[in-house]
């Protein structure tokens, strides 16, 4: 009987699933970083999304169920300019000693947060980034994404470097040619103005000469006083649409358009597929007359 459990428990141990599953785990910030991952390192490395759907990653603050998932990940891909990243990154010290922990904007010239320009501003809700965190939705910071992404991959998991290297070469390519469609798309936009909620653009409006306001200041609701100066704006500058995330309400912002007799668009940009994302973004600016 002794053997025979001995027996038993030889063959659970051989039936484990392989440890090398476990290994091969990479944590990311926020969803569009999945697809930079999946884009060099195909269906080798499983990906472990922080930000959930739905959630701001201004403001994210991580569940007790996701520390098992970064106990196991071997590299944590930060954004880097995410305030919640700081904060999290003294907890895993004790979690997970060997995490290797990558800022992706290393080496991305920052644009400086929005300051608080109101009198009497409630500090206590806003969520202030010193710089604008926003750095994936613009052709050029996301291609030093994508090279911080691929070096840091290559040293966690070297066994795949070379499939890594032409992936990654690939999506370099893609970058380029998606920024040339931006570019053609742009070209003969006259008004080169956006209105947006929140200001997920100034990387974009910088890359192709465009100018962004927003609507929301500081991560807040935006006043009275603040939505006229909006609308005197928008109708000096002949500005139509109002751009907005769809995890966002849109009443603010359909407000507005009805003020200056224009509309919505709802963009999202925390979409998985950056492609897709920034094609769509490009069409929508593209339309405005
Ligand atoms: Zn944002």
Not at 117 to 126: K, L, P, W
Not at 170 to 193: D, G, H, P, Y
Request: with cysteine.
């Amino acid at each position: 009987m002794k053997n025979y459990l001995y027996f038993l428990f030889v063959v659970l141990i051989a039936c484990q699933p392989k440890q090398k599953a476990d290994q091969e785990l990479v944590t990311v910030s926020i969803l569009p970083q999945k697809y930079f991952v999946d884009q060099i390192a195909g269906d080798l490395l499983q990906v472990n999304v922080l930000v959930p759907p739905g959630s701001s990653p201004h403001n994210y603050s991580i569940l007790p169920s996701q520390m098992k998932d970064m106990a196991k990940s071997k590299v944590w891909l930060q954004i880097g300019l995410l305030t919640f990243e700081d904060a999290l990154k003294d907890k895993l010290a004790n979690i997970n000693k060997e995490l290797s922990i990558v800022n992706c904007s290393a080496g991305i010239d920052p644009i400086a947060g929005s300051e608080c320009e109101e009198e009497g501003h409630d500090h206590e809700h806003a969520h202030h980034e010193a710089y604008d965190p926003h750095i994936w939705l613009a052709p050029a910071e996301s291609k030093i994404i994508a090279q911080n992404t691929f070096n840091a991959l290559k040293a966690g998991f070297p066994q795949h470097a070379a499939v890594f290297e032409a992936n990654y070469g690939q999506f370099i390519a893609k970058i380029n040619s998606v920024s040339t469609l931006i570019e053609q798309k742009l070209a003969s936009l006259t008004n080169r103005n956006i209105l947006i909620f929140h200001p997920t653009l100034g990387y974009y409006a910088r890359q192709y000469g465009l100018q962004q306001t927003a609507l929301e200041l500081d991560g807040k609701e935006p006043s009275p006083k603040h939505m006229k100066g909006i609308v005197d704006l928008a109708r000096e500058r002949n500005i139509r649409v109002i751009f907005i995330q769809k995890e966002f309400d849109v009443e603010n912002a359909q407000q507005l358009a009805r003020e200056i007799g224009g509309e919505v668009m709802i963009i999202d940009p925390l979409d998985y597929d950056w492609e897709k994302q920034l094609q769509d973004i490009t069409d929508k600016i593209a339309a405005q007359k």
